[in-house]
C-alpha cells in the first residue's frame, strides 16, 4: 500500500479530546490489515540493519506498532508506562503539558549499558513525550537509535524538540500539515 493510501485509513475526528484538537485515529489504520502491515513494513525497513536490541513503546498505542516491529527485528519489546502500572523498581521522566505535567515510567533493570533501542509511537506532535521517553533510555545508559512515529504532525516541530533535547534523530512515515 503506497503512503497516501495509508493516510486514507487513518480517521480524522475534529474536535476530540477537546475543540481544536483534530485527532487522528489509528484504530481505523490498524484495523486495514494491508495499511497496518505498510506501517510496520516501513519501521522495519529503516532499522532492520540497525543492530536493534529493544524496541521501546509508549503506552499505549505505542504498544500497537512497538511490539510487533520488535519481532520483526529480532529484538524485545520493553514498555514504557504512565505513573503506577508497572511491578518492579522504576526510573521516570515528568515532562510539561499545556495544563499541568505528565510522568512516564521505565523499569529500572530493563536497559543497560550500551543497549541499542528504538522508541515508538503512534504520533509525534509536539514531541513531550517522545522526548521523556527517549531521556529515560538515555539515563539508563541505553543508545537511542531513533525516535520512530508512524504519524507526525510537522507545524508542531516535535522532531526539533526531540534532536535538540536528546540528540536522537526522528523517522516518521506519514507527515500532516496539522496542528
Ligand atoms: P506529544 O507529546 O505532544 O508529541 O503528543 C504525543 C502523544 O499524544 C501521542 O501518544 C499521541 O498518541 C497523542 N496525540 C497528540 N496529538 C494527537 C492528535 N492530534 N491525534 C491523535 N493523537 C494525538
Same mark, same amino acid.
Not at 489509528?26 to 536490541?53: H, P, Q, R, S
Given at each position: 500500500?503506497?503512503?497516501? $493510501? @495509508?493516510?486514507?485509513?487513518?480517521? #480524522?475526528?475534529?474536535d476530540?479530546?477537546?475543540?481544536?484538537?483534530?485527532?487522528?485515529?489509528?484504530?481505523?489504520? @490498524?484495523?486495514? *490489515?494491508?495499511?497496518?502491515?505498510?506501517?510496520?513494513?516501513? !519501521? *522495519?525497513?529503516?532499522?532492520?540493519?540497525?543492530?536493534?536490541? *529493544?524496541?521501546?513503546?509508549?503506552?499505549?498505542?505505542?504498544?500497537?506498532?512497538? &511490539?510487533?516491529?520488535? =519481532?520483526?527485528?529480532g529484538?524485545?519489546? %520493553?514498555?514504557?508506562?504512565?505513573p503506577?502500572?508497572?511491578?518492579?523498581e522504576? %526510573?521516570?521522566?515528568t515532562?510539561?503539558? $499545556? *495544563?499541568?505535567?505528565?510522568?512516564?515510567?521505565?523499569?529500572a533493570?530493563? %536497559?543497560?549499558?550500551?543497549?541499542? @533501542?528504538?522508541?515508538?509511537?503512534?504520533? !509525534?506532535?509536539?514531541?513531550?513525550t517522545?522526548?521523556?521517553?527517549c531521556?529515560?533510555? #538515555?539515563? &539508563?545508559?541505553?543508545?537511542?537509535? &531513533? &525516535?520512530?512515529?508512524?504519524?507526525? =504532525?510537522?507545524?508542531?516541530?516535535?522532531?526539533?524538540? %526531540?534532536?535538540?533535547?536528546?540528540?536522537?534523530? @526522528?523517522?516518521?512515515?506519514?507527515?500532516?500539515?496539522?496542528?
Open positions: 500500500m503506497l503512503v497516501d $493510501e @495509508v493516510k486514507e485509513t487513518i480517521r #480524522q475526528v475534529p476530540f479530546p477537546k475543540k481544536g484538537i483534530q485527532f487522528l485515529d489509528i484504530t481505523t489504520g @490498524v484495523k486495514n *490489515y494491508d495499511a497496518f502491515k505498510a506501517m510496520i513494513d516501513f !519501521l *522495519y525497513n529503516e532499522f532492520k540493519d540497525k543492530n536493534v536490541n *529493544y524496541v521501546a513503546g509508549i503506552e499505549s498505542r505505542g504498544f500497537v506498532f512497538g &511490539a510487533p516491529l520488535a =519481532l520483526m527485528l529484538a524485545g519489546f %520493553i514498555m514504557i508506562r504512565k503506577h502500572k508497572l511491578p518492579a522504576t %526510573i521516570s521522566e515532562y510539561d503539558l $499545556e *495544563y499541568g505535567s505528565d510522568t512516564i515510567h521505565m523499569h533493570d530493563a %536497559i543497560k549499558e550500551g543497549d541499542n @533501542v528504538v522508541v515508538v509511537d503512534d504520533l !509525534l506532535a509536539t514531541g513531550g517522545a522526548t521523556a521517553a531521556k529515560l533510555v #538515555q539515563k &539508563a545508559g541505553g543508545n537511542v537509535e &531513533a &525516535a520512530a512515529f508512524p504519524i507526525e =504532525l510537522t507545524p508542531l516541530k516535535g522532531a526539533d524538540k %526531540i534532536t535538540k533535547e536528546t540528540g536522537v534523530r @526522528v523517522v516518521s512515515m506519514m507527515k500532516y500539515d496539522l496542528d
